[in-house]
C-alpha cells in the first residue's frame, strides 16, 4: 500500500485538495463532518493499491463539499464547516506527512485573499456531490455482468 501524492490549498471558507493519481482505477473517497477524508484506489501497470486517511485541522460541510474525478487527478473543494483560516491543513500538529504538499498555483496567503483571483469562477457545475462517492458500499459501479471471453486456442 502506497500514499497519492496530495496538494492543497486555502480559503476562508473551503479547502482545495488535490489527489494527484494518473490512470486511478476505483477510487473511493469519504469526507465526514468532523474533518475525516479517506481515500483509496489502485493505480499502474501493476494495479499498486494507494489508501489515504487523514483528519484534517477544522469540521467541514460533507452536503456542500465537491469532487471531480479526472484521468490524472482527484480534485476536491471541501467547504469548511466555521469560516476562518486553518493554520495547517491536518489537525495533528508537527510536520505534515512528505506526500502532502501545498499547491502553490491555487495558494493566496490571508491577507492577500480578498485581492486574489477567485475561484469561485471555477465551474463547480461539472463537479459532484460528495456523498455520491461514500466509501461504505461494496457494489462498484463497473461491476455489471460482462460476457465471458472466448478462449481461441
Known sequence: MRHPEVVWAQRTDKVFLTVELPDAKNPKVKL????????SA?????????ELD?????KVNVD??????GLR?????????DKGWWKRLLKPEG???????????KWVDE???????????FDL??????????MGGDQDSDDEDLPELENKS
Open 73 to 81: 487527478h482527484i480534485f476536491v473543494v471541501i467547504e469548511k464547516e
Open 64 to 69: 456542500a463539499s465537491k469532487i471531480n474525478i
Open 111 to 121: 491577507d492577500e485573499e480578498k485581492d486574489a483571483p477567485s475561484l469561485d469562477n
Open 32 to 39: 465526514e463532518p468532523e474533518g475525516k477524508f479517506t481515500f
Open 95 to 105: 510536520k505534515s506527512p512528505p506526500y502532502i504538499k501545498v499547491d502553490w498555483n
Open 125 to 134: 457545475g461539472g463537479m459532484d456531490d460528495l456523498t455520491k462517492f461514500d
Open 42 to 50: 489502485t493505480a499502474g501497470l501493476d494495479n499498486q493499491q494507494y
Open 54 to 58: 487523514v483528519e484534517l485541522f477544522g
